[in-house]
């Protein structure tokens, strides 16, 4: 399995915006369905956001409307854009890409700081 890498995390203030990135590779056509996940400090790794390879996507309630996911399949890499964040935002986000063939892979995580 190839672990995708996050990237693009950074300290932004409440209310700001912030674009994660999530690289991966093989056939896109073996890659049903990615997702963005994160984990808090004591809390239960959450589900975000996900984004099928049909282009389906689904949100968690505390995020809807806020966040986006999107995909560019010619680049193998999902992006989730981050806006209005909140206080309750922050945590280690992780991409989790999932293959027909392979299975999940997760990647080593991106941490996400909102602060003023």
């Known amino acids: 399995q190839v672990q995708p890498v996050e990237s693009g995390a950074r300290l932004v203030q409440p209310g700001g915006s912030l674009r994660l990135s999530c690289a991966t590779s093989?056939?896109?056509?073996?890659?049903?369905?990615m997702g963005w996940y994160r984990q808090a400090p004591g809390k239960q790794r959450e589900l975000v956001a996900r984004?099928?390879?049909?282009?389906?996507?689904n949100y968690a309630d505390s995020v809807l409307g806020r966040f986006t996911v999107s995909r560019d399949n010619a680049k193998n890499t999902m992006y989730l854009q981050m806006n209005s964040l909140k206080p309750e935002d922050p945590a280690v986000y992780y991409c989790?890409?999932?293959?027909?063939?392979?299975?999940?892979?997760w990647g080593q995580g991106t941490q996400v700081t909102v602060s003023s």
């Open positions: 984004i099928t390879r049909e282009g389906s996507k």
């Open positions: 093989g056939s896109i056509f073996s890659i049903s369905a």
């Open positions: 989790r890409v999932d293959n027909i063939f392979t299975g999940s892979s």
